[in-house]
């Protein structure tokens, strides 16, 4: 089992940034990605971002490119997002992923199905 914590969430203002980390804990050793993703009131949990631990491929959302930065830390066991440039639609509650799943095709990153371990999630508000 793996356990991830994220921490980081807070109410800013827009054009603020913001750091999200996500630590985490247990059966580390065979992560092969962790991810981002967001759930906005009323809509489906989407995909902001993700990094395969070792050859530390990035995968972002296409509306937060150029604003939001995914890295990991392998010897904290941790995940980072970046993020500036802040927007309203930013707005979520922002849930961190593990996979143990290797894949060659980046786009698999991108789906919740192919994350098994979930945090709890941290909420990023963000005002005009």
């Known amino acids: 089992q793996v356990k991830l914590t994220e921490s980081g969430g807070a109410m800013v203002q827009g054009g603020d940034s913001l750091r999200l980390s996500c630590a985490a804990s247990?059966?580390?050793?065979?992560?092969?990605?962790m991810g981002w993703f967001r759930q906005a009131p009323d809509k489906e949990r989407e995909f902001v971002a993700a990094?395969?631990?070792?050859?530390?491929?990035?995968y972002y959302k296409e509306a937060v490119k150029g604003r939001f930065t995914i890295s990991g830390d392998n010897d904290r066991n941790t995940v980072y997002l970046q993020m500036n440039s802040l927007r309203p639609e930013d707005t979520a509650v922002y849930y961190c992923?593990?996979?143990?799943?290797?894949?060659?095709?980046?786009?698999?990153?991108?789906?919740?199905?192919?994350?098994?371990?979930w945090g709890q999630g941290t909420q990023v508000t963000v005002s005009s």
């Open positions: 990094i395969t631990w070792t050859s530390r491929n990035t």
């Open positions: 247990g059966r580390t050793f065979a992560t092969a990605a």
């Open positions: 992923a593990a996979t143990n799943l290797h894949y060659r095709i980046g786009s698999y990153y991108q789906t919740s199905r192919t994350y098994s371990y």
